[in-house]
C-alpha cells in the first residue's frame, strides 16, 4: 500500500519544518513513483534527493517531467486515464514561475496524477491479497 499526498499537507509540512518534510517528500514520492509505476529500473530516491540538493531544485524539475511520463504510460497501461500530460506540469512549473502560482498548480497536477494511480495500485494490491 502506498500513501496518498497532499498538496496543502506538503505545503503545511514543508513550512513548518523549515524545508527538512519537502526532502522527505521528494524522496518518498521517488520510491512510491517507482512502485505505483512498476518501474524496478528507475531513479533511486536517494539518488532524487541528492540530485535534487545539489542542484538547488532544478533536478527536481526534471524528475517530475520524468515522473510524470511514466506516470502517463503507467495509467495507459493499468486502464487509467491520467489527464494531466508531463508537459504541462513542466510548463507550470518553469513558465508558470511568472505568474506566482504556476508551481502551485504544477504541483497539484504532479500529486493528482500521482493519487489516481496510488488509488489503483492500492486496490490491486488488495484484490491480489485477498
Not at 524522496?27 to 529500473?41: E, K, L, P
Not at 539518488?47 to 533536478?59: K, P, Q
Amino acid at each position: 500500500m502506498v500513501k496518498q499526498r497532499s498538496l496543502l499537507g506538503y505545503f503545511g509540512l514543508t513550512f513548518i519544518t523549515f524545508g527538512i518534510y519537502g526532502l522527505y517528500w521528494v524522496y518518498a514520492m521517488a520510491r512510491d513513483i517507482n512502485t505505483v509505476t512498476d518501474d524496478d529500473s528507475g531513479l533511486s530516491p536517494a539518488l532524487v534527493l541528492v540530485l535534487s540538493v545539489f542542484t538547488l531544485g532544478i533536478f527536481m524539475i526534471i524528475w517530475m517531467y520524468i515522473s510524470s511520463a511514466k506516470m502517463q504510460t503507467a495509467g495507459i497501461t493499468k486502464g487509467v486515464q491520467i489527464n494531466d500530460s508531463a508537459r504541462s506540469i513542466i510548463l507550470w512549473m518553469t513558465v508558470g514561475i511568472f505568474i506566482f502560482v504556476g508551481p502551485f498548480i504544477g504541483r497539484y497536477k504532479f500529486i493528482k496524477n500521482y493519487n489516481t494511480l496510488a488509488t489503483v495500485y492500492n486496490h490491486q494490491t488488495v484484490k491480489n491479497a485477498a
